[in-house]
């Protein structure tokens, strides 16, 4: 197993249930990857590191369940913003491109393509 420095910079995301657990999110630009560890107080239990396509399908099923929640809760439907729904075009272009072919050209063009996905998000923020 390789093991990576961890940088400087990450975010934590708290367990609702349980203040003791984390999430943290860091990237680790140089070796490609994004880290999801999980912390329980001050020590790592558990690590994954995702390629950026990975990444991708990860928060597809993310704003999925978010979505869900959002219906369930009865939030009132609002029309997104064009900019967002042209995010979304791209998201949905992308993952049939990487459903349809594994080929080791659209990997590399991964990093690309979460890089205009995430100048997008901060836009929309």
Do not use: Y
Not at 2 to 24: F, I
Not at 46 to 59: H, N, S, W
Not at 108 to 115: K, S
Request: glycine share 8%.
């Amino acid at each position: 197993m390789t093991v990576l420095p961890l940088p400087v910079r990450g975010r934590w995301v708290w367990d609702a249930h349980d203040k003791a657990r984390a999430v943290r999110v860091s990237t680790h630009a140089a070796a490609g990857l994004l880290n999801l560890s999980l912390w329980r107080d001050e020590t790592c239990v558990g690590t994954v590191k995702l390629r950026p396509d990975e990444v991708a399908r990860l928060v597809a099923a993310l704003t999925d369940g978010l979505a869900e929640l959002a219906d369930a809760a009865g939030a009132p439907a609002e029309a997104p913003a064009p900019e967002a729904a042209r995010l979304a075009a791209v998201e949905q272009r992308v993952a049939g491109l990487e459903s349809r072919t594994g080929t080791p050209g659209l990997r590399r063009a991964g990093p690309a393509v979460a890089a205009a996905v995430g100048r997008l998000r901060r836009r929309l923020r």
